[in-house]
């Protein structure tokens, strides 16, 4: 089975960068890493809801919560929430932001 394009990209970008088990990639680099990724997937169609996701037990962080349970269709579900909130600006800006709720992708970043 062949693996996605992404899947070869990244597998491409991960042998070409030789880190030393000292050196770690800067917080705000697996940020804006990320960020890529999601709107990549997102321009190839829609996500997986939040209802969805949080039915195969990931964790959402507070804003996708609330999203998650508000009185909304599935469609409004699966848009990318973490483009609007201020955690993946300041992700990306800063290597240690000030954001810490459980569930975010970026906090888990800063702690890697």
Known sequence: MASPPDDEFMEKVADAVELSESEQVPARLKARLYSALVQQQ???????????????????????????????????????????????????????PPIYWNGCPYVEFKKS
């Open 42 to 96: 997102v321009q190839t169609g829609p996500l997986m809801s939040l209802t969805e996701i949080n039915a195969r037990g990931h964790q959402l962080c507070v804003f996708e919560q609330l999203v998650q349970i508000a009185p909304v269709g599935e469609r409004a579900k699966s848009l990318n929430i973490c483009r609007v909130c201020h955690a993946r600006v300041l992700a990306e800006h800063l290597d240690n």
